[in-house]
Nanobody
């Protein structure tokens, strides 16, 4: 059973920083792309940032220059460093990863989500 477990969300004032972590665990053979998405109330889930196994990264325009995605492949963990937070960054943040389990095909997995609230 493969699981993604997120941590690091919380309440922060505008201009502050938070770091989210997402650790993959279980019977994992390999992990490909990992990323972060977010969903604000009444809005669709949107991409925040992704990281390929080769180290390439991609960011939503709204977070470029403020957020940094990184990963520790030895720990099967992806991070999202969020700086200069704005109230519009308030959302539930979800970790996503394309994982080949020890048995079975590659598929995408989702974490349970972690709330980030930015107060003005």
């Amino acid at each position: 059973q493969v699981q993604l477990v997120e941590s690091g969300g919380g309440l922060v004032q505008a201009g502050g920083s938070l770091t989210l972590s997402c650790a993959a665990s279980g019977s994992i053979f390999s992990i490909n792309d990992m990323g972060w998405y977010r969903q604000a109330p009444g809005k669709q889930r949107e991409l925040v940032a992704t990281s390929t196994i080769g180290g390439s990264t991609n960011y939503a325009d709204s977070v470029k220059g403020r957020f940094t995605i990184s990963r520790d492949n030895a720990k099967n963990t992806v991070y999202l460093q969020m700086n200069s937070l704005k109230p519009e960054d308030t959302a539930v943040y979800y970790c996503n990863a394309f994982i080949k389990p020890a048995w079975g095909r590659v598929r995408d997995y989702w974490g349970q989500g972690t709330q980030v609230t930015v107060s003005s």
